[in-house]
């Protein structure tokens, strides 16, 4: 396949990310010294070991925090294990066995060890393995949110490209007003409207509930239909903002009128030439997506009553399970900051014109 | 298709500003006028709200989930309570909320991520890492864990949701910052001999407080979602205290029966949240740069 070289786009010194105004422009790399290898790997290597370094410390106060939220939080877990009518020496000998006897660092040392180890405690009420809870309420999220992003992808690419041919016609147009009516309206409030047309007025689709898909997968897809469209249109709106906008911007350029002077057709053009370079900011904001697909998550499965990760912490929170609550905050804080990091660090390996300094 | 050659024929003026001509020119900004008329209404609501001639919010009547009518304009909710008041009261609280939780975090962002785009280096790298680490929670985890970690109530609220909005505020104070370090004024000022703390507070506080403003628009209308949403899920304002998100929560039960109950706090999420998006998209295209989250 042909890849044709941009000349317009290696002049440009960088892309323009939303949220980032004008700061990646400070300072422009000499484009002679960067050409010069063995310094382009030296600082390609030192910018990594900066990343890592910089992920090994919010590693440490992320985990260091949510140790914290235990601590901080009121009454001590022993009050929920022991009866409320325990002897001193009761209660002595529960601290010991907690390690609540010993300096908050050996605690938390202590703490990382058992986590490392995948114990993340058990659950007070119940007294299950909190990994094992984890275990099975992950998988139902980590759909959810999946065929999500999918559909979000699925509905939003073909209008945001359409959008962008043809600003200011038909669908250009409903998706506009579209995405200002979803902007403004909070995912809660999306589902209970949902809700209220597909499942209570018309009836297409249940409007709570989880049929695993081992047991039924047509009603497991039906009970599906609705969290995942919740979901879904609440990244709509910013992947057809995006991916339009950039798009436009992509259409002016001069290997687009190039293509279309040597007659390709238009959805070629629109596919090959546009699409691929466009796409990249919609990369950029996969951090910003993913945290919001874990909240979402959360909140939908909550009013959907689905057990996941989300059913789980509402659980834990009303219940004050909060051994249960700091492995949820863990997990996904560390997923969290494992996928931002990833998705910052491949920014220069998907493009080459945003090898350089970083913005936060 | 068919329209072979009009691909390119696209007019060579990038899209926003297109647009924002267009706007500028021949159009008042609707959107924004409409928006800070339900705003203006939405707060004077809220201020006025004993002065009103309402029933009580937690006044029960005899009337159990009323259509609205002319006692009940709003109708009343399944324990006869009068629907409007409590949507008065309810904006109440979530106005405190969003406000008093952007500007505590405005009033904490700007200066961290002035200073830290104004000096660089070793403060930089220390104010990255605190705003890194707060990015670190995805947003709604973080909130649960503050909310349930500290007392409910609206002093918690607004702490747990001023820490969301602060590295948003820092990000946009530090790029400007850095963007205005450079220019002229600058650089006669500190040639004048002003101290640092003299240049961040007289020469670049003003420059960057007008994109900053502009984004606590945005911020408050995600702050208000926000609340929404704790209150929603039983982790905001506590019942008894009428909340837009409480009364869709309760509203959900009576969804087959009662639609209203849910419809009207749905709508009044809908326009403030419109409202806010819409004067913050005016204040950004006035501005001319600024930040979306």
Known sequence: MIRTKDPTATERPSVATPGEPGVATGKVPDRQTERRTSSVLLRRSRRWAAAVGRLVLLLFLVTASTFMLLKLTPGSPIDSILPPDATPAQIASARKQFDLDQPLVIQYVRWIGHVLHGDLGRSYRTHEQVLSMIRHAAPVSLEIAALALLTALVLSVPVAVWSAYRPGRLVDRVATALTSATLATPAFVLAILLVYVFGVRLGWFPILGWVPFSEDPVEHVRHLVLPVVTLALGQCVLFTKLLKGDMMATLQQDHVLSARARGLPTWRILIKHALRQSSFSLVTVMGVVVGQLIGGTVLVESIFSIPGMGTLLIGAVSSRDYIVIQAIVLMTALLYLVLNALVDRSYPLLDPRVRKGRAW | ?293
């Not at chain 2, 104010?127 to 609206?154: C, D, E, H, Q, R």
């Not at chain 2, 500190?190 to 507070?201: E, T």
Request: aromatic content about 6%; hydrophobic content about 55%.
């Open chain 2, 1 to 293: 298709m068919g329209q072979g050659g009009s691909l390119v024929a696209v007019p060579p003026v990038p899209s926003e500003l297109a647009v924002g001509l267009r706007l500028r020119r021949n159009k008042r900004p609707i959107g924004a006028i409409l928006g800070a008329t339900w705003l203006i209404l939405v707060i004077l609501a809220a201020v006025l709200a004993q002065a009103l001639p309402l029933p009580k919010p937690a006044s029960l009547g005899n009337t159990y989930s009323a259509l609205p009518g002319w006692h009940h304009l709003l109708g009343t909710d399944a324990l006869g309570r009068d629907v409007l008041s409590r949507i008065v009261f309810g904006a109440r609280g979530s106005m405190a909320v969003a406000v008093g939780a952007t500007t505590v975090a405005l009033l904490i962002g700007v200066p961290l991520g002035m200073i830290s785009g104004f000096f660089r280096g070793a403060t930089d790298s220390g104010i990255s890492l605190f705003v890194n680490f707060m990015l670190s929670f995805p947003p709604l985890i973080f909130l649960i864990a503050v909310v349930t970690a500290l007392k409910p109530g609206i002093v918690t609220l607004v702490v747990a949701l001023s820490l969301l909005g602060i590295p948003n505020f820092a990000r946009v104070a530090r790029a400007n910052t850095i963007a205005l370090a450079d220019r002229e004024f600058v650089t006669a000022a500190r040639a004048l001999g002003a101290s640092p703390l003299r240049i961040l507070r007289r020469e670049l506080l003003a420059n960057v407080m007008l994109p900053v403003l502009s984004l606590a628009l945005v911020v408050m209308a995600t702050l208000v979602v926000a609340e929404g949403t704790l209150s929603f899920l039983g982790l905001g304002i506590p019942p008894p205290t009428p909340s837009w998100g409480g009364m869709l929560a309760a509203g959900r039960d009576s969804l087959r029966t009662d639609p209203q109950l849910v419809l009207i706090p749905a709508l009044c999420f809908f326009f403030t949240v419109l409202a806010f998006n819409n004067l913050g998209d005016w204040a950004r295209s006035r501005v001319g740069r600024g930040s979306s989250i």
